[in-house]
Structures are given as structure tokens and as C-alpha cells.
């Protein structure tokens, strides 16, 4: 499946593509069973992929999983368009209910294709924590990708515009990444029924771009204007001085 995506988004003219939080091998919470983390299975993924984004000359962030000495790391390996290896953004702020399950990463950084900068911001961060975005712009990035995983809870909201005022919280919160920071802001969700969150680019002013049908797989495309995200407003922050 992520091949097939790989494939069309570079027919589609796309120079980078974003996968859903551990799109490989899956997300995994309480009560859904998958496999045990499985380093070896990891690899052969990573290469097959990494193949793909050769053959397409296409940029890809992949939201995986990594197993380290401390555990299991939800992930974000960024594969060049030549198939080589850019590095991992580590999931560092994980959902309280990730904690059985995940282990924090640490560390940021940003990557580079040809004249565009891009951070990784994965999920619980981008949602909870603007500092994870504000850091990428201040370092460069005129995007940040923010791979994520949210499905429908029994009972909750099933919205069919983007931030809806009735549904909940994160797609406002969506546009505040991109409007508070000065750039552009892709978050990308799992196609599900009743999701409360869906795809998106969000432009630097804050702006929709476009969204995703909700529960609706398929490819989103978006042309940005690297220009636009001039990261102004992240830069003027002034960090705080306690006393």
C-alpha cells in the first residue's frame, strides 16, 4: 500500500509525501492485536520503501516505529528521493495512554529537499504541544509534517467540515500550528468512519488549504508557496524569564 501511494503521488507531481503516524506496521493501542515488534520486519520495510521513493524520485515521510534499548519509538524516518536514508524524528511527547505501549524519543531536527525545509511533529505533540512546531520553524522549516493516528471514540462527534465548531479541538488547533508559527501546516490522519480529525494543509496564515473527505482513503495533493512561510512570527518570540 505505501508503494502504490509513493507511485501515484510522484505521478501526481508531488514532491514529498507524509504517511500517517506508525502507518508500518500500524499503530498500536489497548485491545487491537498486532505483531511483536519486530526490528528485522522494520528494515525490510525501510528498504522496500526507500526503493520506491527511488523509483519515484519522491521525498517520503514515513510514520513508523523503531525498537531501541529503551523500547518501542513511534517514529517518522524521512527517505530521500534518491532512497537514501535523511534520519528519524522521534516522537518525544507520547499520549499519557501511550505509556504502556510507546516509549518517549528525544531530540529535534529538520530536514532538507532541494530549497524546502520541513520539521516532523508526530500526533500528541502537534496537538498538545505548539513548542515542537514553533522549534522546527525557528530552525528553518517552512512546513511541519504532523503524522497522526485518531479514530472515532463511541459516541463522539462525526464531523463533515473541517473544524467544525461542534467537533473537538484538534483541527482548531491545526490551524493555530501554522498561524502562530508563520508557515505551512500538513497533518495527516488514517482514513477511518466517524474520524474526528482528517487530513489537511494549513496555510501560514493560518487558512485551510485543503482537507481530506472525511474517512475517505486517497491522496491529498497541495501546491505551497515556500515563500509565504516566512516563519515571522516564531522568529519574534521571546523566550521567558522567570524570576
Known amino acids: 500500500m505505501a508503494e502504490d501511494a509513493i507511485a501515484d503521488a510522484s505521478i501526481e507531481g508531488a514532491g514529498i509525501i507524509c504517511f500517517p503516524e506508525c502507518f508500518i506496521p500500524g499503530y498500536r493501542k489497548a485491545g487491537t492485536p498486532l505483531p511483536r515488534p519486530n526490528a528485522a520486519f522494520l528494515e525490510r520495510a525501510w528498504s522496500a520503501i526507500a526503493a520506491a521513493a527511488a523509483k519515484a524520485t519522491i521525498d517520503v515521510v514515513l510514520g513508523t516505529e523503531r525498537v531501541v534499548d529503551h523500547g518501542l519509538v513511534p517514529s517518522a524516518l524521512v527517505i530521500n528521493r534518491d ?5 528519524f524524528q522521534d516522537k518525544v511527547q507520547i499520549d499519557p495512554s501511550e505509556e504502556p505501549i510507546y516509549s518517549p524519543g528525544s531530540g529535534r531536527r529538520v530536514f532538507q529537499t532541494g530549497p524546502l525545509t520541513f ?6 505533540e502537534g496537538w498538545r504541544y505548539p513548542e515542537t512546531v514553533r522549534w522546527a520553524v525557528r530552525h528553518g522549516a517552512h512546513i511541519v509534517f504532523h503524522p497522526h493516528f ?8 462525526r464531523p ?20 502562530e508559527n508563520t508557515c505551512y501546516f500538513a497533518t495527516v490522519n488514517f482514513a ?17 488549504l485543503s482537507y481530506q473527505p472525511y474517512g475517505k482513503e486517497g491522496l491529498l495533493v497541495a501546491d505551497i508557496d ?6 515571522l512570527l516564531a522568529l519574534r518570540y521571546k523566550s521567558v524569564e522567570y524570576f
Open 150 to 157: 485518531h479514530e472515532a471514540e463511541p459516541g463522539s462527534y
Open 192 to 208: 477511518s468512519t466517524g474520524s474526528p480529525s482528517t487530513s489537511a494543509v494549513v496555510r501560514p496564515d493560518g487558512t485551510l
Open 160 to 179: 463533515s467540515s473541517f473544524a467544525d465548531p461542534e467537533n473537538s479541538f484538534h483541527e482548531k488547533a491545526a490551524l493555530c500550528r501554522a498561524a
Open 83 to 87: 532512497g537514501t536514508i535523511a534520519g
Open 226 to 231: 515556500i515563500d509565504a512561510a516566512t516563519g
Open 119 to 124: 520539521g516532523v511533529a508526530i500526533c500528541h
